[in-house]
């Protein structure tokens, strides 16, 4: 009886305006969301909210789409992260900390998102002056917030910026040694340079050594892609990567992830498209045909947003129902990118488990005209 109410609470979860069953399914299926950013989280409407509670009087933009033409001006990783910092930089105090986040955990459980593993840069706080102590002390009110009112669990991963020094990323490692009870893990994210693994193998061996658990972001096409996931799984012996679509253009690799069951975090829709607000299509469709290659390759793979907030891009639910429409993927193949999802999330066995079978029975009773068992 608990099972079957839980079942009718998920199945109310489904937006009304969905427009066929498969986006039912979809949006509907209990999913991790195990790459977003906190910072890309926040929405044009909300950069502007803050600014104005903040008396940022300065403040360069006044509207929303005044915004979404700035984030145009993103035309690759390094010009993305100016724009990106310039746009946080209204999030100030413990109550933005906490709004952001709030914001971002009742968009995605109407999505039936049931877990996340949320990357956080304190680097980019600290840097322009505000105290660590600030940022968790949000996102840790945020987290108690959503399991209590939306029944929606959160981990936090503290992402090291490759564009600083591996010093600043271990004195803030430092800072998290007494956050352990909600930071799960490390990463690393921002511009990626060849060999980066080899100035942060020390910060992660520091970082294991306290229990944290590992991932790295290995972005898409970037010259040395390969040899940086080789270095992440060797020196800095990561569980997942992030990105990581290069693992292909390698037989050697892929058996290499295989074998380690290394879990890799595809993210489609990152790229900004020619109009305010659009996914760029071509990046859509590298990443989306990449990861159904890796699911066909027996890698651990799942579908994830990355900055969907600032972005005004697709929350992992859309990115979902986008990535099934582009390849006419089977309901058993969008199925497997969650259950891989629960399978390499950073959760104990049992807790795990729990998910899982949270999964199949929505799959079992979900009432499809195509067949939704997993494969």
């Not at 253009?249 to 879990?263: C, F, M, Q, S, W």
Request: proline share 6%; charged share 20%.
């Amino acid at each position: 009886m608990l099972l079957r109410l839980l079942l009718l609470v998920l199945l109310a979860t489904v937006p009304v305006h969905a427009a066929n069953r498969m986006q039912q399914f979809l949006l509907g299926l209990p999913k991790p969301e195990l790459h977003i950013h906190f910072e890309g989280t926040i929405e044009p409407g909300t950069v502007l909210e803050i600014a104005r509670r903040n008396h940022l009087d300065h403040f360069p933009y006044g509207s929303v789409a005044e915004i979404q033409q700035r984030m145009g001006d993103a035309k690759d990783l390094p010009s993305f992260i100016r724009v990106y910092e310039e746009l946080l930089s209204v999030i100030r105090t413990e109550d933005d900390f906490y709004e952001v986040a709030m914001r971002y955990f009742r968009r995605v459980r109407q999505q039936n998102v049931v877990y996340v593993e949320m990357f956080f840069d304190p680097q980019m706080h600290t840097a322009r002056g505000i105290p660590y102590a600030t940022v968790i002390a949000g996102l840790r009110r945020a987290r108690q917030d959503a399991a209590a009112t939306l029944g929606l669990r959160c981990e936090f991963i503290l992402c090291f910026n490759r564009d600083r020094s591996a010093e600043s990323a271990l004195a803030h490692l430092e800072k998290a040694l007494p956050d352990r009870d909600i930071i799960i893990g490390v990463g690393t994210d921002n511009p990626e340079d060849a060999g980066f693994p080899a100035r942060f193998a020390p910060v992660f061996q520091r970082a294991a050594a306290a229990g944290f658990r590992l991932t790295s972001h290995c972005d898409v096409d970037i010259k040395g892609s390969g040899e940086n996931i080789r270095d992440c799984l060797g020196l800095l012996q990561v569980e997942r990567i992030d990105h990581g679509v290069n693992v292909l253009d390698d037989p050697a690799l892929i058996a290499r992830a295989r074998e380690k069951h290394t879990g890799f975090t595809v993210a489609p829709a990152l790229l900004y498209g020619p109009a305010p607000g659009a996914v760029n299509t071509f990046y859509f469709d590298r990443c989306a045909r990449a990861a159904k290659a890796m699911l066909d390759a027996g890698l651990l793979v799942t579908l994830a947003s990355d900055d969907p907030g600032i972005m005004c891009s697709q929350y992992v639910g859309e990115v979902y129902v986008a990535t099934q429409a582009r390849l006419d993927l089977s309901a058993a193949e969008m199925v497997a990118f969650a259950r891989n999802g629960f399978a390499m999330a950073w959760l104990p066995a049992a807790d795990k488990a729990r998910y899982l079978a949270l999964l199949d029975a929505y799959v079992q009773h979900f009432p499809s005209p195509e067949s939704a068992a997993a494969p």
